[in-house]
């Protein structure tokens, strides 16, 4: 990489930031996976699939963002410039938040018929 060696404390932050995101993601893929073998079908057809593969979407979407985050990361370190600025984790709030609601209609629905 190009550069100066950053102080290694600043290196392992961002690789525990990376790995939190990676764990994210791999938590979105196991949730896939649960949905799509285990959620009883929902009231709203092809409910289940859809939050199913939305998820592993999601799940994959973190992973190749935590790396391309964590590059860019390491080389401003390394550059002495400015982190990233990243809009992505208000992003994925906003997902799973939007996917809480569709998740809390479902029941509802489920509950009344």
Known sequence: MAGEKPDYRFSLANERTFLAWIRTGLALLAGGLASAQFLQPLPIAHLREVIAVAMLVLGG?????????????????????????????????????????????????????
């Open 61 to 113: 979407v973190v992973a190749v963002r935590a790396v391309d985050h964590w590059a860019r990361t390491e080389r401003a370190m390394r550059l002495g410039t400015d982190l990233p600025r990243s809009r992505f984790p208000a992003v994925l709030a906003l997902v799973v938040a939007l996917g809480a609601v569709v998740l809390i209609v479902a029941v509802l629905l489920k509950a009344a018929g």
